[in-house]
């Protein structure tokens, strides 16, 4: 089982910019499909951006073209560029590993990182 431990979150003004990290350990990373997703107040967890064990990558529609994720396999790490961020952008950021064994979907799930955008 990976663990997983999200950080970057804070407090930033509308128009700026954070990046999150997510460190994971106890596993082999390369072999995951990774995504950030983000749960604001009274709404469902929804996926913000993924990026599979080869490379390739899906966003949301509502963060393409400001938001990018990537993935350090040397660092056990995958991050989120967030630029141009927005109030509809303040929610609870989760880091998720996923992973397919024998057709079972495996989830791993980090604490969270805060986010607000606000002025």
């Known amino acids: 089982q990976v663990q997983l431990v999200e950080s970057g979150g804070g407090l930033v003004q509308p128009g700026g910019s954070l990046r999150l990290s997510c460190a994971a350990s106890?596993?082999?990373?390369?072999?995951?499909?990774m995504g950030w997703y983000r749960q604001a107040p009274g709404k469902q967890r929804e996926l913000v951006a993924a990026i599979s064990s080869g490379g390739s990558t899906n966003y949301a529609d509502s963060v393409k073209g400001r938001f990018t994720i990537s993935r350090d396999n040397a660092k056990n790490t995958v991050y989120l560029q967030m630029n141009r961020l927005n109030s509809e952008d303040t929610a609870v950021y989760y880091c998720?590993?996923?992973?397919?064994?024998?057709?079972?979907?495996?989830?791993?799930w980090g604490q969270g990182t805060q986010v607000t955008v606000s002025s």
């Open positions: 998720n590993a996923r992973r397919y064994n024998l057709g079972s979907r495996i989830d791993s």
């Open positions: 106890g596993s082999i990373f390369s072999i995951y499909d």
